[in-house]
């Protein structure tokens, strides 16, 4: 009996995970008994809900009637509870209770997913943060789940607004231009395993003074490059500003 219960709870809870805007895109950082944790968790809430509904629905169709149409003919709860009863599964008196029960699992496990994410999607992202479309959904879920890193939601905002960005690497390389994309999250990974940039100069950081010197002008040459950067390699990330830059230079003393 405990595996009729525990097994719903997780495919439901791990089907709600898939459909949901914002739990899909979190669902690389669960691992192991945390993930199955969550997953009961959300697949409770979800067999709570089928529960109710599946209450409501018994006794709207079992003690109303419309016009002369006995609601009653189409009582699937009714039929499978007197099904329950004539196999032997269970008795008469309890046939009922575990007909709801199946029912609400049947719920739990197919519509209740896909509407959740859905009714997130529409009240969420469309009437509170404005999203129009399906792209824009994408973008306001990924800008949610960002919001815990703050070089992801740099990254990812830099992206959007196109800012000029300077990145300094691991290996003392710097890097001066636009964001052009980011990984989008999957079920193993996140989006911080990887991002492109459109360089507009690029230089090193000098390992004793630790100022930066631009050796590469990628727009002077013309030059329409894209690099793909380990984010795990960036040390540090800022905006770029080319007059505060050329204030900086002017002010360094001349040998």
């Not at 509904?53 to 003919?73: A, N, P, Q, S, V």
């Not at 209740?112 to 479309?133: E, V, Y």
């Not at 994309?181 to 690029?202: C, H, L, R, W």
Request: charged share 20%; aromatic share 12%; net charge positive.
């Amino acid at each position: 009996m405990g595996l009729v219960l525990i097994i719903p709870l997780l495919v439901s809870g791990f089907l709600v995970y898939h459909h949901h805007p914002v739990h899909f895109y979190k669902l690389h950082r669960h691992e192991g008994q945390y993930l199955y944790i969550q997953c009961a968790r959300l697949g409770l809430y979800s067999l709570i809900i089928s529960f109710l509904i599946c209450t409501i629905l018994y006794h709207l169709l079992t003690y109303y009637r419309i016009g002369d149409f006995d609601l009653e003919k189409i009582n699937l709860f009714s039929w499978t509870a007197k099904h329950l009863a004539n196999i032997g599964i269970v008795k008469k008196e309890e046939s009922t209770t575990y007909a709801l029960f199946i029912w609400a699992i049947i719920l739990s496990l197919w519509p209740i997913p896909h509407i959740w994410g859905i009714l997130t999607r529409i009240f969420f992202f469309k009437l509170r943060l404005g999203a129009k479309n399906a792209t824009q959904t994408k973008v306001a879920a990924m800008a949610q789940i960002f919001k815990d890193s703050p070089l992801d939601d740099f990254l990812f905002k830099s992206a959007i607004n196109k800012d000029t960005v300077m990145l300094h690497m691991d290996d003392r390389k710097v890097y001066v231009g636009f964001i052009t994309t980011m990984g989008e999250p999957n079920e193993t990974q996140g989006a911080d395993q990887e991002i492109a940039i459109k360089p507009v100069m690029s230089g090193y950081r000098d390992k004793d003074t630790l100022t930066v010197t631009f050796t590469t002008q990628y727009r002077e040459v013309g030059a329409d490059v894209t690099l793909i950067l380990r984010q795990e390699e960036i040390i540090s990330a800022t905006k770029f500003d080319s007059s505060v830059y050329e204030k900086f230079q002017a002010s360094k003393p001349r040998n």
